[in-house]
């Protein structure tokens, strides 16, 4: 199956410092990728969908300008957490999807601890 | 209000078939019915994807009726590497946009 490469896959920052997470699709292009973040025995919370060459969607709550989504190729879409605090410590996970398809391939998540 | 439900956890034993059931009000007309298998510190991993009535791939089963409310995944002959979260994940339309809605997850255990 289609691939995508989701790095790091573990981040240690401090309070106050930006994180980037990137999300690549190794053997397709990808028109469209999701960024998701789990809580704790929580659900995957759908964060923003972005689309290649575009501005993101963002989720109700979410807030666009401390989670800066860019989806500048085909390939690659990054999501990086701006001055970071505690309580954005969790796991972040993106998917992709194939174009035309409407199977979408998961990364393999990264957690995220700010202390 | 779009809304997936689906158990919270199961147990089962080695060997067995394994039938977790997702209902899904306000899905989509035209969206799919998708499920994950989410081991822990893991991105989820597909299983199987749906429409209507019955998919069947080498790992699982789909079995969706008519009326697409709910959704039923069969893993047949469950073994001890099952032991996952399994989500259900459907598109609804809720105030003329479409969203996608996960299950809250169903937490399967499997038992030698």
């Known amino acids: 199956g289609a691939v995508v490469s989701q790095h790091p896959s573990r981040v240690i920052c401090k309070s106050g410092t930006s994180v980037k997470i990137e999300c690549r699709s190794l053997?397709?292009?990808?028109?469209?990728m999701f960024w998701y973040r789990q809580f704790p025995k929580k659900s995957l919370m759908l964060m923003a969908t972005s689309n290649e060459g575009s501005k993101a969607t963002y989720e109700q709550g979410v807030e666009k300008d401390k989670f800066l989504i860019n989806h500048a190729s085909l390939t690659l879409s990054t999501l990086t957490v701006t001055s970071a605090h505690p309580e954005d410590s969790s796991f972040y996970i993106c998917s992709a999807e194939d174009r035309g398809d409407t199977e979408a391939f998961f990364g393999q998540g990264t957690r995220l601890t700010v202390v | 209000l779009a809304k997936t439900t689906q158990p919270i956890s199961m147990d089962s034993y080695e060997g067995q078939e394994v039938n977790i059931t997702c209902s899904h009000n306000?899905?989509?007309?035209?969206?799919?019915i998708t499920w994950y298998q989410q081991f822990p510190s893991q991105g989820p991993r597909f299983i199987i994807q749906?429409?209507?009535?019955?998919v069947t791939n080498e790992v699982a089963s789909l079995f969706i009726p008519a009326d697409r409310k709910s959704s039923t995944l069969s893993l047949p002959r469950v073994s001890l590497s099952d032991t996952a979260v399994y989500y259900c994940l459907v598109g609804a339309v809720m105030d003329s946009n479409y969203q996608l809605i996960w299950g809250a997850g169903t937490k399967l255990i499997i038992k030698p």
């Open positions: 053997d397709f292009q990808a028109t469209t």
């Open positions: 749906g429409y209507k009535t019955k």
């Open positions: 306000n899905i989509a007309t035209n969206d799919y």
